[in-house]
């Protein structure tokens, strides 16, 4: 076969398989995406979700207050708007598309049991508008672009890719310009991706006095003279002593930046059953805040008119800490062995100006123990080690003086023996006769002394 026939062929092939993807892509284009799972489902409708089951082993119940949305199992604790928004969504676009079959093995196989399943309904009213079991992924959770998806009143499963109507390109089905939903962090982590993490508000804020009590086993205060400068006064002594800069600011530092990792419910009804009625440790804050001025409308600083002085008002805050908790954080798909991580629960306190703070100091948190460690800090731990330091130094000075780098340059030092002395030219007999003028003074003058 010639060249020019070889290359005829080459281009036919080509036009063959374009055409063919070509068909396939317009086939896909006319027939559209599959059917939505839940046809009837209305977004606006919305007022209540629950989600339970599964290896957590916990339930979460969420309801519409009003236009705001409240952790109902937690004692109302507020949701992010926008988590819920994303989340109904997601129900919305959910579609059963690609069956991988129906069997009860497989239902365990892809998670989508009762054991292993997430459960979740979402209500208009009494009547749930979606009922379905979310299993896990089956590119594992380095990749949430699928997951196994099945209905509670069907037992088909589905390989699904939930798409999210914001994230959509020009065209519903323009898959390359769109981002799947994270089943799996808003199910399995429902602390981080539906409730706000911060706790308090004290980022902008100097603190003063730390008072730290850990029943009776500790009870001390360290007070803030300058910078790196604090005083200790424990309760079993009379007068300060001089406190660690480090670990007073190591305790603050968390303190100031604490983390919600999870809400139990409202201090009233669940203190007992996490350890809040007897607290582990209490810290108390003393911190101070500038005051921001803001010059009245219309009205100028005149020239060379002084700066008027920073005005700071005074904070108190508490921290009481429980018993440590574990609870469930991940599981090994490959040994159906669970994670666990250990928490504490806290309660805030103070006296509060913003309403959504005080309102915080109503519910109990959970917190890393990387949060608390600093807490747990020993008496000897918060002295000063500068204190030990010092009087070392001191006490070294005048007994250890110090050497002189080359022998011989200080004749008269009153540590060497006077045998050391006249021992010195024995050991270099030939350093003397190359340089005998250099030589200060000779070593015999000094042994008389040595003798006396």
């Given at each position: 076969?010639?060249?020019?026939?070889?290359?005829?062929?080459?281009?036919?092939?080509?036009?063959?398989?374009?055409?063919?993807?070509?068909?396939?892509?317009?086939?896909?284009?006319?027939?559209?995406?599959?059917?939505?799972?839940?046809?009837?489902?209305?977004?606006?409708?919305?007022?209540?979700?629950?989600?339970?089951?599964?290896?957590?082993?916990?339930?979460?119940?969420?309801?519409?207050?009003?236009?705001?949305?409240?952790?109902?199992?937690?004692?109302?604790?507020?949701?992010?708007?926008?988590?819920?928004?994303?989340?109904?969504?997601?129900?919305?676009?959910?579609?059963?598309?690609?069956?991988?079959?129906?069997?009860?093995?497989?239902?365990?196989?892809?998670?989508?049991?009762?054991?292993?399943?997430?459960?979740?309904?979402?209500?208009?009213?009494?009547?749930?508008?979606?009922?379905?079991?979310?299993?896990?992924?089956?590119?594992?959770?380095?990749?949430?672009?699928?997951?196994?998806?099945?209905?509670?009143?069907?037992?088909?499963?589905?390989?699904?890719?939930?798409?999210?109507?914001?994230?959509?390109?020009d065209s519903d089905l323009d898959r390359g310009r769109v981002q799947g939903f994270a089943?799996?962090?808003?199910?399995?982590?429902?602390?981080?991706?539906?409730?706000?993490?911060?706790?308090?508000?004290?980022?902008?804020?100097?603190?003063?006095?730390?008072?730290?009590?850990?029943?009776?086993?500790?009870?001390?205060?360290?007070?803030?003279?300058?910078?790196?400068?604090?005083?200790?006064?424990?309760?079993?002594?009379?007068?300060?002593?001089?406190?660690?800069?480090?670990?007073?600011?190591?305790?603050?530092?968390q303190a100031r930046y604490l983390r919600n990792s999870g809400v139990l419910g409202l201090?009233?009804?669940?203190?007992?059953?996490?350890?809040?009625?007897?607290?582990?440790?209490?810290?108390?804050?003393?911190?101070?805040?500038?005051?921001?001025?803001?010059?009245?409308?219309?009205?100028?600083?005149?020239?060379?008119?002084?700066?008027?002085?920073?005005?700071?008002?005074?904070?108190?805050?508490?921290?009481?800490?429980?018993?440590?908790?574990?609870?469930?954080?991940?599981?090994?798909?490959?040994?159906?062995?669970?994670?666990?991580?250990?928490?504490?629960?806290?309660?805030?306190?103070?006296?509060?100006?913003?309403?959504?703070?005080?309102?915080?100091?109503?519910?109990?948190?959970?917190?890393?123990?990387?949060?608390?460690?600093?807490?747990?800090?020993?008496?000897?731990?918060?002295?000063?080690?500068?204190?030990?330091?010092?009087?070392?130094?001191?006490?070294?000075?005048?007994?250890?003086?110090?050497?002189?780098?080359?022998?011989?340059?200080?004749?008269?030092?009153?540590?060497?023996?006077?045998?050391?002395?006249?021992?010195?030219?024995?050991?270099?007999?030939?350093?003397?006769?190359?340089?005998?003028?250099?030589?200060?003074?000779?070593?015999?003058?000094?042994?008389?002394?040595?003798?006396?």
């Open positions: 076969m010639s060249r020019t026939n070889l290359i005829l062929l080459g281009v036919l092939a080509l036009l063959v398989i374009l055409y063919v993807v070509g068909r396939d892509e317009g086939a896909e284009r006319l027939a559209g995406p599959a059917e939505r799972m839940f046809p009837a489902f209305n977004k606006e409708a919305v007022d209540r979700i629950e989600i339970e089951g599964g290896w957590q082993g916990d339930a979460w119940n969420f309801r519409r207050v009003g236009s705001d949305w409240r952790v109902a199992s937690a004692g109302g604790y507020p949701v992010k708007k926008e988590a819920i928004d994303t989340f109904v969504d997601a129900v919305f676009n959910l579609r059963g598309e690609n069956a991988v079959g129906s069997s009860a093995a497989l239902h365990a196989e892809t998670g989508t049991d009762v054991k292993h399943g997430r459960l979740v309904r979402v209500y208009k009213g009494d009547s749930p508008m979606a009922e379905f079991r979310v299993g896990h992924n089956p590119k594992g959770y380095g990749s949430y672009q699928e997951f196994f998806v099945r209905k509670e009143s069907d037992d088909t499963v589905y390989r699904t890719r939930t798409i999210l109507t914001k994230d959509q390109g089943w799996h962090n808003y199910l399995n982590r429902l602390h981080t991706e539906w409730l706000r993490d911060d706790i308090w508000d004290l980022a902008d804020t100097e603190t003063e006095e730390v008072w730290l009590n850990r029943g009776d086993e500790l009870d001390v205060r360290l007070v803030k003279k300058a910078d790196d400068k604090w005083d200790l006064f424990d309760s079993g002594s009379e007068e300060p002593v001089p406190g660690d800069a480090d670990a007073a600011e190591s305790i603050t530092s201090y009233e009804e669940v203190r007992v059953d996490c350890g809040l009625d007897k607290p582990e440790m209490t810290l108390v804050l003393t911190l101070k805040k500038k005051v921001e001025k803001t010059p009245a409308e219309g009205e100028e600083k005149e020239e060379g008119e002084e700066e008027p002085a920073e005005e700071y008002v005074t904070l108190k805050r508490t921290l009481e800490v429980g018993t440590k908790i574990t609870r469930p954080r991940d599981l090994d798909r490959e040994t159906g062995e669970i994670e666990t991580e250990e928490l504490y629960p806290i309660r805030i306190g103070g006296e509060f100006d913003d309403p959504e703070e005080e309102a915080r100091s109503n519910f109990v948190f959970l917190v890393t123990p990387y949060s608390i460690d600093p807490l747990r800090k020993e008496l000897d731990e918060l002295k000063s080690k500068e204190e030990e330091k010092e009087p070392a130094e001191e006490e070294r000075k005048p007994d250890e003086p110090a050497e002189p780098e080359t022998p011989g340059e200080d004749a008269t030092e009153p540590e060497k023996e006077p045998e050391e002395e006249a021992a010195e030219p024995e050991n270099k007999p030939e350093e003397e006769p190359a340089q005998p003028e250099k030589q200060p003074e000779e070593p015999p003058a000094e042994e008389p002394k040595g003798e006396e």
